[in-house]
């Protein structure tokens, strides 16, 4: 079946750049997302690319995706406290809308 | 600005009570979801629902019902709530386009402690 894997804990210094890496199974995903989950608060979208894409650059985020492999990475650069985070990576699969989740990544940034 | 709006953000019930966990959007999507999210599990879809009155099992459904009596409102039910159903549970919608880029809006999360 379908499933999204990532690693759950990075701890990076402050102006260093992260890398958060995920792996997916399912080849006929259409979109790929990576949410950002802050304590106590609910998912906000970060940024998402296509399937037929594999870069897709936004200020300091930078998504690779390598469609083979099925590995997805979000790069931040010149991290900040503020990024201090979960980063959940997500599959859309089909046309139902529904999207399968990793576990979710924490991110610890020391200044 | 959209808004998906959990009722309550902590809740603590006894075992055995019923529970009710109330979701609305106001952007008028087809798509609603509930899922519970436990440390090192991540996320996981309990049911969802792609219209009024319809409703579709995820991959924990056991335990929990649903109700989606109008587009706005999905609500989750824990017909004789028990201690490992104790989570943060998160609503979200989304449009029922199969278009770009079909991302989920989350609510706050409701945290249910049952004792």
């Known amino acids: 079946g379908e499933d999204v894997e990532q690693s759950l804990f990075l701890s990076v210094r402050e102006g260093d750049s992260s890398v958060i890496n995920c792996t997916y199974t399912?080849?006929?995903?259409?979109?790929l997302y990576w949410y950002k989950q802050e304590p106590g608060a609910g998912l906000q979208l970060l940024t998402y690319i296509f399937s037929n894409m594999d870069m897709k650059q936004d200020q300091r985020l930078t998504v690779l995706l390598n469609k083979k492999d099925k590995h997805l990475s979000l790069r931040i650069a010149d991290t900040q406290t503020g990024d201090s985070a979960i980063y959940f990576c997500?599959?859309?699969?089909?046309?139902?809308?529904?999207?399968?989740f990793g576990k979710g990544t924490k991110l610890s940034v020391k200044p | 600005d959209v808004k998906v709006t959990q009722s309550s953000r902590y809740l603590v019930k006894r075992t055995g009570e019923k529970v009710f966990l109330e979701c609305v959007q106001d952007m008028d999507h087809e798509n609603m979801f509930w899922y519970r999210q436990d440390p090192g599990l991540g996320l996981r879809l309990i049911y969802f629902s792609y219209d009024v009155k319809m409703k579709e099992k995820g991959d924990i459904p056991e335990g929990y019902s649903v109700s989606r009596e109008k587009k706005e409102r999905f609500s989750l039910i824990l017909e004789s709530a028990s201690t490992n159903q104790t989570s943060m549970y998160l609503c979200?919608?989304?449009?029922?386009?199969?278009?770009?880029?079909?991302?989920?809006?989350f609510g706050e999360g409701s945290r249910l402690t049952v004792l």
């Open positions: 399912d080849s006929s995903s259409t979109y």
């Open positions: 997500a599959e859309r699969v089909g046309s139902q809308g529904n999207l399968i």
């Open positions: 979200a919608s989304s449009l029922f386009s199969a278009g770009p880029p079909g991302e989920l809006f």
